[in-house]
T-cell receptor, first 114, second 111 residues
Framework: KAGVTQTPRYLIKTRGQQVTLSCSPI?????VSWYQQTPGQGLQFLFE???????NKGNFPGRFSGRQFSNSRSEMNVSTLELGDSALYLC?????????????FGAGSRLTVL | DQQVKQNSPSLSVQEGRISILNCDYT??????FLWYKKYPAEGPTFLIS?????DKNEDGRFTVFLNKSAKHLSLHIVPSQPGDSAVYFC??????????FGAGTTVTVRA
């Protein structure tokens, strides 16, 4: 069974640009979540989608947006990039195991903003 | 506001000894707790979880302990192996499909 696939793996942008990241979940998983990882901050929740609907949103500015398609694939977009947006962006698809919402993560997209 | 805290950014342990990772939380609504392990250039992988109705869960070399009154959980790895060198994240859920993560603890297992 293929895992969670994220593209691109690495990208460099400049301030003011926008970026779109893509995520293909594990087949059969309908929930997709996005997290931002920065040094010393752990993983910060961005948003979660289920059946093309955003069910949960973290405390990020409106420059961060996402969507989910009918095949469960998801994209996230960051507009007007700032230096502080440099981070590893992780996508995860979700399977409930014995009541726990266990996330399976992709390898991430490392964004560098210059 | 960091609801899940891992106060030790790093831990060094000798191979064969016990590794103990600690995690504290503030939100009393959390009802599931999970540990993830992350190697460089890879996404975090699920290790073990525990429900708030239990105080211990064991899976092979990994045991998680939960002390609800202290809002504290810990992960024990016995015996520690070189392949256990990684960053470990504690996470918690309040049943809303969102996980709150700690900042991580980097474990180094010395030969």
């Amino acid at each position: 069974k293929a895992g969670v696939t994220q593209t691109p793996r690495y990208l460099i942008k400049t301030r003011g640009q926008q970026v779109t990241l893509s995520c293909s979940p594990i087949s059969g998983h309908r929930s997709v979540s996005w997290y931002q990882q920065t040094p010393g901050q752990g993983l910060q929740f961005l948003f979660e989608y289920f059946s093309e609907t955003q069910r949960n949103k973290g405390n990020f500015p409106g420059r961060f947006s996402g969507r989910q398609f009918s095949n469960s694939r998801s994209e996230m977009n960051v507009s007007t990039l700032e230096l502080g947006d440099s981070a590893l962006y992780l996508c995860a698809s979700s399977l409930v195991i014995s009541g726990a919402n266990v996330l399976t993560f992709g390898a991430g997209s490392r964004l560098t903003v210059l | 506001d960091q609801q899940v805290k891992q106060n030790s950014p790093s831990l060094s342990v000798q191979e064969g000894r016990i590794s103990i990772l600690n995690c504290d939380y503030t939100n009393s609504m959390f009802d599931y707790f999970l540990w993830y392990k992350k190697y460089p250039a890879e996404g975090p992988t699920f290790l073990i979880s525990i429900s708030s109705i239990k105080d211990k869960n064991e899976d092979g070399r990994f045991t998680v302990f939960l002390n609800k009154s202290a809002k504290h959980l810990s992960l024990h790895i016995v015996p520690s192996q070189p392949g256990d060198s990684a960053v470990y994240f504690c996470a918690a859920s309040a049943g809303d499909y969102k996980l709150s993560f700690g900042a991580g603890t980097t474990v180094t297992v010395r030969a």
